[in-house]
């Protein structure tokens, strides 16, 4: 719940960030190339970190914090473990980002199409990248200090990190967007990975008493556990890192299309954000010393609650994301952000937002695999399932546009969630009959209605072209949508007001 909150907060001003952006930049070169220069840094960290400072490295602090020396944690070997391995990782990034800083503008050239024969687009989008590299250190240092502060069950440190950084970008654009024009983003970026992730967490696990010590060891055995369970996630790929890529890739050869789709996306992500991978970080430490205490009952029984509850609460608020959109969008018109730029992002996020749920769940699918030491089956699973959508991409690209992108992006993260599924199931790890099937039916039956009623009462109220009048109809359709939601739900007998009315009161 303290991670919701932060990103519900992170969010709401990730929002401001979106609006602040869209008002300074518009739907122009500027933004395009703010955008696409994240595609390397991120592509960078992907291979050589894999998500695995976080997800692997929870995993064998875990095992020290359950199974030490006469029943007691082994502070000793989790701390020279957490040292070496980010020490040697430290090395190997440095020179990483050392390489991708010289090859930037070939990458810049290579991953967006349309940049090829745009130099403006180009030129700030090579420097911008090249500005934000560096940056995946601290979010190194900080993802591998973060994960002594989880296994610890301590979470305050990460609930502020995103916080930090979106309020850096909103700070690096107001303070320096006059000299610098759309660089300032990238600076404000830096600047809030560094504090915000780096530094704090680095407090925070220095606060619980960690000794660390550089000490570089490719063949300590820590290390090595760490790059076994590690490799499959750094040589595999996932829908959920290339999705962005591929919707680059095609978006660029239209002015302004990486802005749409982008803009699209991260207001998506918005809500997305909160209940998705907020609830898969508190989860993964859980998940793992249940697994580890050999508690499989327990832990399959877990994961599927897990899944249905936000399965069920992702349902209820794509069915508010979807009535409410053209309103919602409307709210970051503005500035150099024309009514058409709001129109066009709020036809691609509805078809996004039909897939909220389906992003949610799979998070904690492949967290399951993660807790249960087995990087491999998702790292197979997501190279075969992002393998096969480069034609789907490109085919509905070519055939609708943006619009194509959008439903591309939608069945290919359907297939990789199934397949997770199937998969746990296959394996014995999370049996498909532990998903609450009748929960999952009274929340679609209410999401259902509660669109109906929300969309109904914003029909009939008077146009509106203020954001204002924006606000009225947002709040009108969502006290609709919230009441409708909550009659169904308590009519049909549904746990699900009773949960979260607990876990608030908790």
Not at 116 to 134: E, G, Q
Not at 169 to 178: D, E, N, P, S, V
Not at 327 to 356: C, E, N, P, Y
Not at 441 to 464: E, K, N, Q, S
Request: aromatic fraction near 12%; charge should be positive.
């Amino acid at each position: 719940m303290l991670l919701m909150m932060s990103a519900l907060l992170s969010g709401l001003l990730g929002l401001v960030r979106i609006k602040y952006i869209n008002s300074l930049f518009g739907a122009g070169p500027e933004q395009d190339a703010y955008r696409a220069a994240f595609a390397l840094p991120d592509l960078l960290a992907y291979f050589l970190i894999g998500g695995a400072a976080s997800i692997s490295l929870i995993t064998i602090l875990n095992r020290y914090r359950e199974a030490g020396p006469n029943g007691q944690p082994d502070d000793d070997g989790a701390d020279h473990a957490l040292s070496v391995i980010l020490s040697t990782m430290l090395v190997v990034l440095g020179v990483g980002v050392l390489l991708a800083e010289i090859f930037a503008p070939q990458y810049v050239w290579l991953a967006n199409k349309g940049f090829r024969h745009d130099m403006l687009r180009s030129a700030l989008c090579t420097s911008m990248t090249r500005i934000i590299l560096p940056a995946q250190i601290f979010f190194f240092i900080g993802s591998a200090m973060g994960s002594r502060l989880q296994v610890r069950k301590i979470f305050i440190y990460q609930a502020f990190a995103p916080l930090i950084y979106n309020g850096g970008i909103i700070l690096g654009a107001f303070l320096f967007h006059r000299w610098l024009g759309v660089t300032s983003l990238a600076v404000g970026v830096f600047g809030g990975m560094l504090i915000g992730y780096g530094l704090l967490n680095s407090i925070g696990a220095f606060r619980t008493g960690l000794r660390y010590r550089f000490v570089v060891g490719f063949r300590d055995p820590a290390f090595l556990e760490w790059l076994k369970l590690s490799l499959p996630l750094m040589i595999g790929v996932s829908l959920v890192m290339f999705d962005r890529q591929f919707l680059n890739y095609f978006a660029s050869t239209r002015e302004g299309g990486i802005t749409f789709i982008g803009n699209a996306k991260d207001l998506f992500n918005a809500p997305f954000n909160v209940i998705g991978p907020a609830a898969g970080a508190a989860s993964l430490p859980f998940f793992a010393s249940l697994f580890q205490q050999k508690r499989a009952w327990d832990f399959s029984s877990s994961v599927g609650r897990a899944v249905s509850r936000l399965f069920a609460v992702g349902m209820l608020v794509s069915a508010w994301m979807i009535a409410l959109a053209p309103w919602l969008m409307d709210l970051f018109r503005g500035g150099r952000f024309k009514h058409s730029d709001a129109a066009a992002t709020t036809h691609l996020f509805v078809i996004l937002s039909f897939t909220l749920s389906i992003w949610a769940v799979q998070g904690i699918y492949a967290r399951a695999f993660y807790a249960a030491s087995d990087t491999k089956t998702p790292a197979i699973i997501g190279t075969l399932v992002t393998v096969l959508s480069i034609p789907l991409y490109w085919a509905l690209f070519n055939g609708v546009g943006l619009t194509g992108l959008a439903v591309a992006s939608d069945l290919g993260i359907l297939a990789q969630t199934v397949s997770l599924a199937i998969l746990l199931h296959k394996k014995r790890l999370v049996s498909l009959l532990h998903l609450e099937f009748g929960e999952l039916g009274r929340a679609l039956l209410a999401a259902i209605i509660a669109f109906g009623a929300a969309a109904g009462v914003v029909h009939f109220m008077p146009p509106v072209s203020t954001h204002p009048g924006d606000v009225l109809v947002i709040a009108v359709g969502s006290a609709a949508w919230a009441v409708t939601a909550g009659v169904v739900l308590i009519a049909t007998k549904s746990a699900l007001p009773a949960q979260i009315l607990r876990r608030r009161k908790s």
